[in-house]
T-cell receptor, first 113, second 113 residues
Framework: QKEVEQNSGPLSVPEGAIASLNCTYS??????FFWYRQYSGKSPELIMS????GDKEDGRFTAQLNKASQYVSLLIRDSQPSDSATYLC?????????????FGRGTSLIVHP | DTGVSQNPRHKITKRGQNVTFRCDPI?????LYWYRQTLGQGPEFLTY????????KSRLLSDRFSAERPKGSFSTLEIQRTEQGDSAMYLC???????????FGPGTRLTVT
């Protein structure tokens, strides 16, 4: 089964530091990659999408995609306690001629004051 | 834009009963997705619609699950003969066919006793 893999964590960083979240995927044909944030007891909310190799920046967030290494990452600069949440990586994974959205299990991030 | 809404927010049912959930997507979105999420896991894809057409259904999905989107607006997800293993959060998301970004509703938490 084609998968999206994430370390479940928790990843603990001090306030103001850079948090680095990583994700790998097994299907080389995967397209369109996404990062979602999910607070405990809430539903996922979209942070960023990335479609091509390289970096994409949006405020304090930078997504990085390396298709050759099948690797996606999310950097959060100047981390705040309010960033403490589970971060979900998702990709469109090929399946029988079409693509289905596939999520990793998420990485728990804790930002401590 | 009121976002994606789901009803009910919570449902407790006895094993063997049928349940139906409703999702109302963001009005201009033509794609609608259903997911199931259990504790510590990422959302698991169930099915998705583009307008009223059901384009993909998870091969792992039991025949007890069925979904409809009769007029390309709201959607319903029905689970027949519920089992305790069906207890989970059922998430709906919507998006457009021009982008694969998804916006999630608050979810329906199902408990099967």
């Amino acid at each position: 089964q084609k998968e999206v893999e994430q370390n479940s964590g928790p990843l603990s960083v001090p306030e103001g530091a850079i948090a680095s979240l990583n994700c790998t995927y097994s299907d080389r044909g995967s397209q369109s990659f996404f990062w979602y944030r999910q607070y405990s007891g809430k539903s996922p909310e979209l942070i960023m999408s990335i479609y091509s190799n390289g970096d994409k920046e949006d405020g304090r967030f930078t997504a990085q995609l390396n298709k050759a290494s099948q690797y996606v990452s999310l950097l959060i600069r100047d981390s705040q306690p309010s960033d403490s949440a589970t971060y979900l990586c998702a990709a469109r994974v090929s399946s029988g001629g079409s693509y289905i959205p596939t999520f990793g299990r998420g990485t728990s991030l804790i930002v401590h004051p | 834009d009121t976002g994606v809404s789901q009803n009910p927010r919570h449902k407790i049912t006895k094993r063997g009963q049928n349940v139906t959930f409703r999702c109302d997507p963001i009005s201009e979105h033509n794609r609608l997705y259903w997911y199931r999420q259990t504790l510590g896991q990422g959302p698991e894809f169930l099915t998705y619609f583009q307008n009223e057409a059901q384009l993909e259904k998870s091969r792992l999905l039991s025949d007890r699950f069925s979904a409809e989107r009769p007029k390309g607006s709201f959607s319903t997800l029905e689970i027949q003969r519920t089992e305790q293993g069906d207890s989970a959060m059922y998430l709906c998301a919507s998006g457009t066919s021009g982008s694969y970004e998804q916006y999630f509703g608050p979810g329906t938490r199902l408990t099967v006793t």
